[in-house]
Each structure stands twice: as C-alpha cells, then as structure tokens.
C-alpha cells in the first residue's frame, strides 16, 4: 500500500500563489503517476495536474494550464503543485493520489490511493 499527505493548503485572496506538496510512504517503488485533484462542494472530484513518476511527463487540465506547475523529487518520495494566478473557481478540497498501473487517466476512479486532503480557499 501507499499513503499520502497533503500539506500547504489555506487562504489566500485572487491573483495569489499557494504551493502543495504530497508525501508518499509504504509502497512507494510501486507508484506510476501521481496526480492532484480536486473537489468543491456539490461537484465532482476533477483531475488538475498529474505526472509520470519515472520520468518527466506531466498532465494538466485545461482550466489550470499556464498557472500550475506540477514536480516531484522522487529521492524524497514528494510532489509538488505549484498554484499560481489563483481563482476564486479554484477553492476546493485538493486531493493527492497516486495510480500504480500503467497509463495516465483523468478519472478519479481509475486512481489506487488517495490522501486526506488539503483546503485551498481563494477569496475574490
């Protein structure tokens, strides 16, 4: 099994940067990408950045592209979702999970472990 932390989440007013990070333990040879997703009240969890664990693929939804940066630094088991040009649409519960078959996928079921998450409020 693999667990996962998030941490880094808070508030912050429109226009602002917050940076996460995900810390994963246990099983963590068996990972293949890593991803973030997020979910706000009364909609679906949604797919945000993820990334190629044993390389340097990465993946971003349209709604996110040119503001978010995803990285890792697999020596410390950690990745990173930089945020920056922050939205009021952005405020969400910001999940970390990580999918241990082969090929990237968007859909949140598709995805092995999950962390607890981490509140990201961005007010206008």
């Known amino acids: 099994d693999v667990q996962l932390k998030e941490s880094g989440g808070g508030s912050v007013q429109a226009g602002g940067s917050l940076r996460l990070s995900c810390a994963a333990s246990g099983d963590t040879w068996s990972k293949k990408f890593t991803a973030w997703f997020r979910q706000a009240p009364g909609k679906e969890r949604e797919g945000v950045a993820g990334?190629?664990?044993?390389?340097?693929?990465?993946y971003y939804a349209d709604s996110v592209k040119g503001r978010f940066t995803i990285s890792q630094d697999n020596g410390k088991n950690m990745v990173y979702l930089q945020m920056n040009n922050l939205k009021f649409e952005d405020t969400a519960m910001y999940y970390c999970a990580v999918r241990i078959r082969l090929g990237f996928l968007w859909s949140a079921g598709g995805w092995d472990y999950w962390g607890q998450g981490t509140q990201v409020t961005v007010s206008s």
């Open positions: 990334i190629y664990n044993g390389g340097s693929s990465t």
